[in-house]
């Protein structure tokens, strides 16, 4: 912009002074020079002669012009783009090259254009396979490149997403308001990251996604980007453009020959990944409304569950779970078995009214069948490894770490520095956990570990040599001592 008011400010004396505006745009000397700038003025007298009912002479095109100024400022550039070498601009500003987060949805269909028609620029759609399902990921290619992108770049981030975000969120314990277990706050910079990767790799100078300006996505994106390359422009056209809804969007796809979708719309707002199945929107969005029995995709009713229940054993390495049943497996298929198994019997649906980061409160229904039997396991076995002052200590600092988790805070210092406490003190929390399946319920029937806390014959009721029954008079007269001077004073003893 700052070159277009530098254009339009100028009178047609100093006009051949003006093109130090655009750095690095070649000169125009002499007779052309002139003559363009000539021929530049005849054009817009020509074109504008109808404001206010006035022409407008090359001679006296000046400062005035700006009080109409953004139409004659945007042919102005032109011309002089056109003239004297200046990049092509967009209707915003100008940009290089900008990775979108794409989904193929119709958002993000819109938005490769959009970018285009507004930024100038090349858009390199990126997809990340967080465990959304093959379905998801069909035909992706063609639809970028029929709504105008250069290319498609996918990556598979299972493996990556469930070892180094979904585990530290387990092992830490991070519940965010007693219920969300942070499947989608856990996902958006894993994918962040990775548009950062391709960013470097293609040589973009900007990203851009398509979270809308009320939701904590676009937060959760953002600071990762400016986390890992501050360096980048942001693009969020939810919170520039014009469009204001779905019709609006199609009408947008039609007028630049987007293909449409034509799949049917849910009526629901889903996000879905290998931990969770979200579900907003709709009927939803009132809290009295029970959500449809056809609603939920990953788990069935409990009351259409097996009538017997599937025991199944989790063994656990230093706050990580690493089998099931005896089968080692990687993280990602891990945590696919478990959702199978979680779901045939109805486990993992959460009901929740949550405060989002921006402000407001929102309804939304979770599924997360296989992240509740390992929360549950990992919970459980510390039961046996961990004592009391340091269970307390790390319950409290989950609080604050899946808040951070929640508000997008991945990539801040001080959740590194919680991870670390938290990895060192899970040390010892390796074992097996049992649990017993059944109509959405998940009971815990047997929990063992070579680092134990627990002793049998210390717990016992029998007299043992450890513990002496006689020793805690003493303790409960000094533990209840400051009760016992309180109660004192207050009767004037």
């Not at 277990?181 to 990203?207: C, Y």
């Not at 016992?460 to 533990?479: H, K, N, V």
Request: proline share 4%; hydrophobic share 40%.
């Amino acid at each position: 912009m700052a070159q277009l008011h530098a254009i339009s400010s100028c009178s047609p004396a100093k006009l051949s002074h003006c093109d130090s505006a655009g750095a690095g745009a070649p000169l125009l000397h002499g007779k052309l020079q002139r003559a363009a700038r000539l021929s530049l003025h005849q054009e817009l007298g020509s074109k504008f002669g109808g404001i206010n009912g006035d022409g407008i002479s090359h001679r006296t095109l000046s400062c005035n012009i700006v009080k109409h100024d953004r139409v004659i400022q945007a042919v102005l550039a032109e011309k002089e783009n056109e003239i004297s070498g200046f990049p092509k601009r967009g209707l915003r500003g100008k940009l290089n090259k900008v990775v979108l987060a794409y989904s193929g949805g119709l958002d993000t269909s819109v938005i490769v254009p959009w970018l285009k028609e507004n930024y100038d620029c090349d858009v390199v759609c990126f997809t990340a396979d967080v465990g959304q399902g093959i379905k998801e990921l069909e035909g992706l290619e063609a639809k970028a490149k029929a709504s105008g992108a250069s290319q498609l770049v996918v990556k598979d981030l299972k493996e990556e997403f469930v070892r180094d975000y979904i585990y530290p969120c387990l092992r830490a314990g991070a519940i965010y308001e007693r219920k969300y277990l942070l499947g989608t706050s856990m996902a958006r910079p894993v994918i962040a990251k990775a548009m950062v990767d391709v960013a470097k790799e293609v040589g973009a100078d900007a990203v851009s996604h398509g979270c809308t300006g009320k939701g904590n996505d676009q937060v959760r994106f953002e600071l990762t980007f400016f986390a890992l390359n501050p360096e980048l422009s942001v693009v969020a056209p939810w919170r520039e453009w014009e469009i204001k809804g779905r019709e609006d969007a199609i009408e947008y796809a039609k007028k630049h020959n987007v293909p449409v979708p034509v799949t049917k719309k849910s009526i629901y707002s889903r996000d879905r990944n290998l931990w969770h199945l979200s579900h907003e929107g709709d009927l939803l969005e009132d809290p009295a409304n029970e959500p449809k029995k056809d609603m939920y995709m990953m788990s069935v009713d409990p009351e259409d569950a097996p009538n017997e229940p599937e025991y199944v054993e989790i063994r656990i390495v230093s706050g990580l779970p690493v089998s099931v049943n005896g089968k080692d497996l990687s993280p990602a298929a891990l945590l696919s078995e478990l959702n199978e198994i979680g779901g045939k019997h109805g486990i993992g649906r959460i009901d929740m009214v949550e405060n989002r980061l921006v402000g407001m409160k929102s309804r939304g229904v979770y599924e997360t069948p296989g992240g509740t039997i390992l929360f549950t396991a990992v919970r459980e076995l510390e039961s046996l490894t961990l004592e009391r002052e340091t269970m307390q200590v790390k319950d409290s600092l989950a609080l604050k770490y899946a808040e951070l988790v929640y508000a997008g805070r991945w990539f801040d210092p001080l959740r590194e520095s919680m991870d670390a406490f938290m990895e060192k003190i899970t040390e010892t929390t390796t074992g097996s956990v049992t649990l017993k399946l059944y109509k959405g319920s998940v009971t815990v029937v047997a929990r063992k570990s070579p680092f134990s806390l627990y002793r049998q014959d210390i717990s016992s009721f029998e007299s043992g040599q450890i513990y002496d029954q006689a020793d805690a008079a003493g303790f409960i007269r000094l533990y209840g001592l400051p009760m016992r001077v309180r109660a004192m004073m207050e009767k004037g003893m």
